[in-house]
């Protein structure tokens, strides 16, 4: 399909949000950890979301966006998916947004900081750490967050350290991290991170790769998706 990509259990179109389906994304909806009440901020084509109701079979998932094209687009995917009864999105911002305690939160967040040149207001937003700045971010996940709950979210290697400085002063530490290259002979371009309000008595971190030097999917990426490609 032209404006999206068919998964083996869902299809996500992505024409009328900024943000498109990604790599990113991908690796996030299949590495975070889940629970019966999930919430996804910044949904986008709801990706994420859909590959968090396919995992984890008893949750219930909100989705939440800022951007009216995403809520909209969202709505679709999750209307002609299987899980159309357990999903559901509101156009609002995290800042704004009071649903309750989630034992996961996942979020796949804004990360760049001053003006962007994006051809579109929308894609701009989207992009831009301005519309939910780090502090923002971690604060309000540490107020909807279960006690026992964990917040997961995919980030570029370059700001990861700021991350963990801003989960530290919310009070949530580090449990889970995996180091993430494209290729084998590149530097770490991406981190998954797992947070959660108790301090980990065994944090765990990995490095893997995507892709083997032919470019082929690694046997880690394979392994961790395949139950959403075709």
């Known amino acids: 399909m032209s404006d999206g990509f068919t998964f083996k259990r869902f299809t996500v179109s992505h024409g009328k949000c900024a943000m498109k389906v990604g790599t990113d994304g991908v690796l996030l909806g299949a590495w975070a950890a889940g629970g019966r009440r999930i919430l996804d901020v910044g949904t986008g084509s709801g990706l994420i979301a859909l590959m968090m109701a396919q995992r984890f079979a008893d949750a219930l998932v909100t ?9 909209l687009q969202a709505r679709e995917n999750f209307a002609a998916s299987p899980f159309a009864d357990r999903i559901c999105v509101a156009e609002t911002s995290l800042q704004d947004f009071s649903g309750g305690e989630f034992d996961s939160i996942v979020c796949n967040p804004p990360f760049y900081a ?59 530490f580090p449990r889970r991290a995996c180091m993430v290259k494209t290729v084998p002979h590149k530097s770490v371009s991406r981190c998954l991170l797992e947070y959660g309000k108790q301090p980990s008595p065994c944090f765990e971190e990995a490095k893997e790769c995507l892709n083997n030097a032919d470019m082929t999917r690694s046997a880690w990426y394979s392994r961790l998706t395949e139950e959403f490609y075709l």
């Open 63 to 71: 989705a939440i966006d800022i951007e009216h094209g995403a809520c």
């Open 114 to 172: 001053g003006t962007l040149s994006s051809k579109t207001v929308a894609r701009t937003m989207a992009r831009s750490a301005e519309t939910l700045p780090f502090t923002d971010l971690f604060g309000h996940v540490a107020r909807l967050l279960a006690e026992g709950g964990v917040f997961s979210v995919v980030i570029p290697a370059a700001v990861r350290r700021e991350f963990d400085g801003e989960a530290a002063l919310s009070g949530l």
